[in-house]
DNA sequence: CATACATATATGCAATTGCATCCATTTTGA
DNA sequence: TCAAAATGGATGCAATTGCATATATGTATG
C-alpha cells in the first residue's frame, strides 16, 4: 500500500531535522509565534465555549464526524482520520470508542487487511454532525468573520498555509 | 483594586454575547479558521517535540518563568500570571506546585491582602528559563522564522492581533 | 456593623491525554 | 520461505486538565 512508502519516508524526513542551538528569532518573528498562539487559543476557546453553552460535544467529535460524513460511503480508516485531524493514535482510538458508545459511528472489520478497521458514521452521527455545525459555523461566523472582510481572510488563510508547506 | 471592576466589566460583556445561530460563515472565513487551527498545531507540536528531545520542561513552564522573569522584583501574583498567560485558574496552581517542587518558584505571603500570594522565581528558575530559551529560540526560529521575512512575520502578526482586538 | 456578595487561591474527583507497550497482521529481504 | 522489521490499532497506567466546590478573606449595602 502506498501509504507505507509515504510514512517511511516522512518519518526519515523528520529525523534529521535536529534544531541548530545556535540561532535566536528575530523580534518579529517572536511577535508573529505569540500573536499565532494567542489569536489561535482565544478563538478556540471561545468557540469551544459556544459548543459547551448548546450541550455539544468538543471539537474533535466534530472533527471526525466531518471527516466521516465527507469521506465516500461516510467510512474511513482510523488512520486515515488521524492523518486529516492530526490526532494521536491512541487519542483516536479512545474518541472513537466514547463515539461509539454514543452511537455516532460503528466499528467494522476490514476484510482487505486484518490489522485494519472500518469506522463508519451512523445516521445519528450525521444529524449530529449537522447539529453541531448550526452552531460551529455560526460561532466561526461571530468570533472571526465578523472581524475581516472575505478577501483578507483568504489572503491571511493562505499566509498561514505557507507557514507549514515547504 | 482596578482588577475588580475590569474583571465584573469582562463578564458582563461575555454574558450578554450569545451565538446568532442563524448566520453561517464565508468559505474563506471557514478556510481561515482551519489555516489558523492546523498552522498552529503543527508549529506548537514540533516545537514541543523540540523541547522534550532537549529533556526540558513544557512550554508553559516557560511562559510562566518568563512572565516572572521579565517582571519587577521577579515576582507576581498568581491572577496577574493567569492574566498573561491564559492558563486557567486551577491549572496554573497545580503547575505552580510542580514548579515549586522543581524549586523554579517559591510562593510567599502577599502582607496586603491576606487571599492573596506572591509568586517569586527563584535563581534556579531563572536559569531554567534561559536554558530552556536556548532551545525554544532555536525552535521558533527554525520552524517559523525560517520560513518568512521580517516584514511580513510583523504584518501578519499584526493581522493575527487584530482578530481579537475590539 | 452585619450580612450578602466578590475575589484569590486551593483541592477532590472525573475525564482526557501522553507514553510506552502490546497484539495481531502484513511486508520485506537475506 | 521465513525471520526481522513495519503497520494498524488497542490498552494499562501516570500525568494533566476540567469542573465544581471549598476556604479564607475582602468589599459593599441595607
Same mark, same amino acid.
Given at each position: 500500500? #502506498?501509504?507505507?512508502?509515504?510514512? =517511511?519516508?516522512?518519518?526519515?524526513?523528520?529525523? /534529521?531535522?535536529?534544531? *541548530?542551538?545556535?540561532?535566536?528569532?528575530?523580534?518579529?518573528?517572536?511577535?508573529?509565534?505569540?500573536?499565532?498562539?494567542?489569536?489561535?487559543?482565544?478563538?478556540?476557546?471561545?468557540?469551544?465555549?459556544?459548543?459547551?453553552?448548546? *450541550?455539544?460535544?468538543?471539537?474533535?467529535? %466534530?472533527?471526525?464526524?466531518?471527516?466521516?460524513?465527507?469521506?465516500?460511503?461516510?467510512? #474511513?480508516?482510523?488512520?486515515?482520520?488521524?492523518?486529516?485531524?492530526?490526532?494521536?493514535?491512541?487519542? #483516536?482510538?479512545?474518541?472513537? /470508542?466514547?463515539?461509539?458508545?454514543?452511537?455516532?459511528?460503528?466499528?467494522?472489520?476490514?476484510?482487505? /487487511?486484518?490489522?485494519?478497521?472500518?469506522?463508519?458514521?451512523?445516521?445519528?452521527?450525521?444529524? =449530529?454532525?449537522?447539529?453541531?455545525?448550526?452552531? %460551529?459555523?455560526?460561532?466561526?461566523?461571530?468570533?472571526?468573520?465578523?472581524?475581516?472582510?472575505?478577501? /483578507?481572510?483568504?489572503?491571511?488563510?493562505?499566509?498561514?498555509?505557507?507557514?507549514?508547506?515547504?
Amino acid at each position: 500500500m #502506498l501509504a507505507i512508502t509515504v510514512k =517511511m519516508h516522512v518519518i526519515a524526513s523528520m529525523l /534529521d531535522s535536529s534544531p *541548530d542551538q545556535t540561532r535566536t528569532p528575530s523580534a518579529a518573528t517572536t511577535r508573529l509565534w505569540i500573536a499565532l498562539m494567542r489569536t489561535q487559543r482565544i478563538l478556540l476557546a471561545a468557540i469551544e465555549q459556544d459548543l459547551k453553552a448548546a *450541550d455539544l460535544p468538543p471539537l474533535g467529535w %466534530y472533527d471526525v464526524l466531518w471527516e466521516l460524513v465527507r469521506a465516500e460511503k461516510g467510512r #474511513l480508516r482510523p488512520f486515515e482520520i488521524e492523518a486529516h485531524t492530526l490526532l494521536a493514535q491512541h487519542n #483516536l482510538s479512545r474518541l472513537l /470508542d466514547r463515539m461509539e458508545e454514543a452511537g455516532l459511528v460503528r466499528r467494522e472489520v476490514f476484510p482487505q /487487511d486484518g490489522r485494519g478497521r472500518w469506522v463508519l458514521v451512523t445516521e445519528a452521527g450525521r444529524a =449530529m454532525q449537522q447539529r453541531i455545525w448550526t452552531v %460551529y459555523g455560526a460561532s466561526i461566523e461571530r468570533h472571526l468573520g465578523e472581524k475581516l472582510a472575505d478577501a /483578507d481572510a483568504d489572503q491571511l488563510a493562505g499566509q498561514l498555509a505557507r507557514l507549514i508547506r515547504g
